[in-house]
């Protein structure tokens, strides 16, 4: 079975570096169930492809646990990705795996362009299986069948598909990613299933699993349909990881709300983004972390935006906002008009897709460097709706709060807040990559020197 990891990443052959293995010789481990060899396709500046190829010995797995039936030793597990390629990854990479580089650790916090092929990968699900597993969290997913045997077309399809994902993200991630999903398309794990799995899944699927949407049947299949470990590890995932993002965005409101008190900037900034979005000429809206629906509450109050959807990671804040914006008790009309979703902003989401316009209303500071290429691209390239309006704080503006510290954040989960001038030139890059026009407009009371407390970006196509 063979996986093949390509960056174009300059110099590529920082790969090396990452995969904690050298590109100029061939390696080679031994493993319980045979062998893996490491070796580089490529290797140049431009263009740099590892490749881990894994020697299975099917008949010695069945020797060593006594006589075997025909089944245990004809079978594909020489030859498709399995579980034994999940115990590779962790085995020969685990240092890229854990996010580790002594040599450049700079690097391995960097979103990178990445493309993965899995040459022969099972899904009895089909495409859709595989579509549904790796889609929403940002790939570009691309399959090949195979028939049953070429020779015979009418034998139909088989379940092997040579799957390339293709993404800019941290590496960690990508092998994360395989590492709980290559055996969810496992039917014949190589080892007994037992709660140590459930902490293995909980570990590699941190910061992702607990907000895919199809993250049940990913437990499910992971843990070889085992109901008290499914029911374990999705407890687990609710309640040690969403109560925290819930935590972070009960405070961020009350934070920057008390910052910001004496200006009702939250006002103005709202009053701001709903003229942008009237502007635009959306009657399709989309708001992007819409918490407690505060901006969805102004909108409803206008008839010509026609459909509102809000998006957020948090599951408490939709409650408040579905309380906050009386929906249980709507007239049915004025009820088709809004929905609420739940969902990750760094994660693909088809349910996005085609709006007329995309609100962002103080988010992207909430997101380290690597996430805010994924939404960038998830939004801009994915979604494509016909304009965004992006509102951030202004950095500049921060000493002219009476009671933030000077050189404080506006809050402590903020991983950063720009000046004008980063702000404008990230936006302009942004819109220039991804095909979109920009322009900023300030939002609140206008200082001479530091500009507006916060600032917007309109993006249009």
Not at 20 to 33: I, T, W
Not at 415 to 436: G, I, K, L, M
């Amino acid at each position: 079975m063979l996986l093949t990891i390509t960056t174009t990443h300059r110099p590529a052959t920082d790969l090396g570096y990452l995969l904690h293995k050298n590109p100029a010789r061939v390696q080679s481990f031994e493993l319980s169930f045979g062998k893996a060899h490491v070796f580089y396709e490529q290797a140049d500046d431009d263009r740099c492809t590892a490749a881990l190829l894994l020697e299975v010995d099917p008949i010695g797995l069945v020797r060593r646990r006594g006589p075997g039936t025909l089944d245990q030793y004809v079978n594909d597990r020489p030859y498709a990705a399995s579980s034994f390629m999940s115990t590779a990854i962790s085995r020969v990479f685990g240092s890229a795996l854990a996010g580790r580089c002594t040599d450049k650790p700079d690097l391995v916090n960097k979103a990178i362009p990445l493309h993965a092929t899995i040459h022969v990968l099972p899904s009895r699900g089909g495409e859709a299986l595989l579509r549904r597993l790796f889609e929403p969290l940002g790939y570009e997913v691309q399959m090949k069948g195979n028939h049953l045997d070429e020779r015979f077309p009418d034998w139909g399809q088989s379940p092997y598909y040579t799957v390339e994902l293709t993404s800019e993200r941290r590496l960690s991630e990508l092998l994360g990613h395989l590492y709980v999903l290559i055996p969810v398309l496992d039917n014949a794990k190589h080892y007994w299933i037992g709660d140590d799995e459930v902490e293995k899944l909980l570990r590699h699927g941190e910061g992702w699993l607990a907000a895919h949407p199809h993250r049940e049947e990913i437990a499910r299949r992971y843990l070889r349909y085992r109901g008290r470990l499914t029911r374990e590890a999705l407890q687990r995932l609710v309640s040690e990881e969403e109560p925290q993002l819930d935590d972070k965005e009960d405070s961020k409101g009350a934070e920057e709300e008390a910052v910001e008190r004496r200006l009702s900037l939250n006002e103005a900034r709202l009053g701001s983004v709903v003229a942008a979005l009237r502007g635009l000429g959306a009657k399709r809206v989309v708001d992007l972390g819409c918490g407690e629906g505060k901006l969805i509450a102004v909108l409803m109050k206008d008839p010509s935006f026609e459909e509102i959807v809000g998006l957020d990671v948090s599951y408490r804040l939709l409650e408040i906002a579905t309380e906050r914006l009386h929906l249980d008790r709507l007239a049915p009309r004025q009820r088709e008009r809004v929905k609420l979703l739940h969902g990750s902003l760094t994660y693909r989401d088809k349910r996005i897709q085609g709006f007329d316009a995309a609100a962002v209303v103080e988010v992207i500071e909430h997101f380290d460097h690597a996430r805010l290429a994924t939404f960038e691209r998830l939004l801009l390239e994915l979604a494509r709706p016909g304009g965004v309006v992006i509102t951030t704080p202004n950095r500049e503006y921060n000493g002219r709060f009476e009671h933030l510290p000077a050189g404080a954040l506006r809050h402590r989960d903020h991983r950063f807040e720009w000046t004008r001038q980063e702000f404008e030139a990230w936006a302009a890059d942004v819109a220039q990559h991804f095909s979109y026009a920009v322009r900023f407009l300030p939002v609140g009371p206008l200082d001479a020197e530091v500009g507006s407390p916060t600032q917007m970006a309109v993006f249009t196509r």
